[in-house]
């Protein structure tokens, strides 16, 4: 299923394939029971990585360190 919402899923930035995303979603919340649990861990381990990645900038002074690594982590996966 998760590689079927790959495929699916447009990376486009109109409202109407935003609108399809979510009512995908919403679906496979319904459909698929462990969906949610697979969709939260998937996002804990994205949460992780770009908090590795933001630490390991600020220890190399490409970043300042005013803010912490997961602040920066949730700036990067919040905008996009």
Do not use: C
Request: avoid cysteine.
């Amino acid at each position: 299923f998760i590689q079927f919402v790959k495929e699916t899923v447009s990376v486009e930035e109109s409202a109407y394939n935003n609108l399809n995303y979510f009512t995908l979603v919403f679906d496979a919340l319904h459909r698929f029971p462990d969906f949610r649990e697979r969709t939260r861990a998937s996002q804990r381990y994205e949460q992780e990585l770009w908090e590795s990645v933001a630490k390991e900038a600020q220890e190399k002074g490409e970043i300042r360190g005013e803010m912490s690594p997961q602040q920066v982590a949730k700036l990067f996966l919040f905008s996009v």
